[in-house]
């Protein structure tokens, strides 16, 4: 009966990742880009984040990249159209 009433203790693993080279925390996830991005590490506060998500939207980023969206975005509109058929003489016609 004594025994019934002890619980069994959960099992510990010594378990260290293969690959470790030792240096930081290993389960520690964090994204490629992170360090990259000024809102990644901001102070904290609701505010503080707004403005500075604010700030990255005034800063001008790469006209070649607006331009090659575009230019996809048509292509794929065009694409698409093709494919279903369009036909844009119903647009000519009085």
Do not use: C, W
Request: hydrophobic letters at 35%.
């Amino acid at each position: 009966m004594r025994n019934f009433l002890k619980l069994r203790k959960n099992r510990t693993y010594d378990y260290s990742p293969r690959y470790y080279k030792g240096e930081g925390n290993p389960y520690k996830i964090e994204h490629k880009l992170d360090k990259f991005r000024s809102t990644a590490h901001s102070q904290r506060g609701l505010k503080n984040k707004f403005s500075s998500a604010v700030d990255d939207l005034k800063t001008e980023g790469d006209k070649n990249l607006k331009i090659r969206f575009l230019v996809i975005v048509a292509v794929l509109i065009l694409l698409f159209l093709y494919i279903i058929d369009f036909d844009l003489s119903i647009f000519l016609t009085p």
